[in-house]
């Protein structure tokens, strides 16, 4: 799989984005050059400001902005645009349904070597928990620029969670994203992987490789954490034997605790997780973090394997 930068993408993109409407507005915490705004920086710097190290102020700034009629993109790393300014989230954003589209880069444990104090491993737990928040986790980067014009014509606030390196492209250039809506990558009938963000592409290597085993995967990549596709999530329930979920996010407050209230609601099935368990991660080499807390395509396989383990064992 070719690997493209995603928030190399979403600079781009919002440039595309300010051509098109003179409303936008972009804001960032002194970090452009790694969120990639820089580029919407140099087409447009009447109409970008650098907020200084500040997350908290610019989620003011962007809220007063958006009451005055214009559409705000807001940027800084996953960990800073959610921990450090939850409190501004709360009561600028969720609780007026402002136009604020925060776009947050270096999300989870690849962004490496800068180690625990950056690796944001909590933030889709805290705005999910946010009323009036879309959340959308991208696959890729042809997904990050659909997901984002999607969020530029729509009104309400949005978190959208990009990463620090270049990741595999999943989909091809005419992709169509469609808010709220899972994605079947690959039908399967005995059991589904519901993967978001950088674990889609591994669930997909992940599923080849059992193919060669005798046990047929479903890959589904659930890109919007909120609102979930509950529908799908039931229908897939329903027509498989059991569910693993992965995501880079701590096991409590995600993708996995939001599927497996609906799969226990609606549909009881076996289900596994690959995530990170109630730990912070150390620093190191992205690659490397990935395989040190379990999230590579060999766990999703692993994880796989022992819940048709568990379903056989069950049968007897």
Do not use: W
Request: charged fraction near 20%; charge should be negative.
């Amino acid at each position: 799989m070719a690997e493209v930068s995603s928030r190399e993408t979403y600079g781009h993109t919002l440039v595309e984005l300010g051509e098109e409407n003179k409303d936008i507005i972009v804001l960032d915490a002194d970090l452009s050059p790694s969120t990639m705004t820089c580029f919407f920086a140099q087409k447009f710097p009447d109409r970008f400001f650098n907020c200084g190290l500040e997350e908290q102020n610019m989620v003011g700034m962007a809220a007063g902005l958006a009451a005055s009629g214009k559409t705000v993109f807001a940027s800084t790393f996953a960990v800073f645009a959610s921990c450090r300014c939850f409190d501004q989230l709360r009561m600028c954003l969720s609780q007026t349904g402002l136009n604020v589209k925060i776009v947050a880069t270096h999300g989870g444990i690849t962004v490496g070597e800068d180690g625990a104090s950056h690796q944001a491993i909590e933030d889709l737990a805290l705005y999910c928990s946010l009323p009036g928040f879309t959340v959308v986790v991208p696959a890729d980067a042809i997904e990050t620029a659909e997901a984002l014009k999607v969020a530029a014509s729509m009104h309400g606030p949005f978190y959208i969670r990009l990463s620090r390196s270049k990741t595999p492209l999943v989909y091809a250039e005419d992709y169509h994203f469609t808010l709220g809506k899972a994605v079947t990558m690959k039908e399967g009938k005995d059991v589904a992987i519901m993967a978001t963000g950088i674990m889609v592409a591994k669930a997909l290597v992940a599923s080849e490789v059992l193919a060669k085993q005798g046990i047929d995967c479903r890959v589904i990549n659930i890109h919007t954490l909120k609102p979930l596709d509950e529908e799908a999530i039931v229908e897939t329930a329903s027509e498989v034997k059991g569910i693993i979920v992965a995501e880079e996010h701590l096991a409590h407050g995600g993708l996995g605790s939001r599927v497996a209230q609906i799969v226990a609601r609606e549909k009881p099935v076996p289900m596994s997780f690959v995530n990170l368990k109630d730990r912070y991660a150390s620093s190191g080499k992205a690659e490397e973090l990935l395989q040190k807390y379990n999230l590579t395509a060999e766990d999703i396989v692993e994880a796989v394997k022992s819940t048709m383990l568990k379903l056989h064992d069950n049968a007897l």
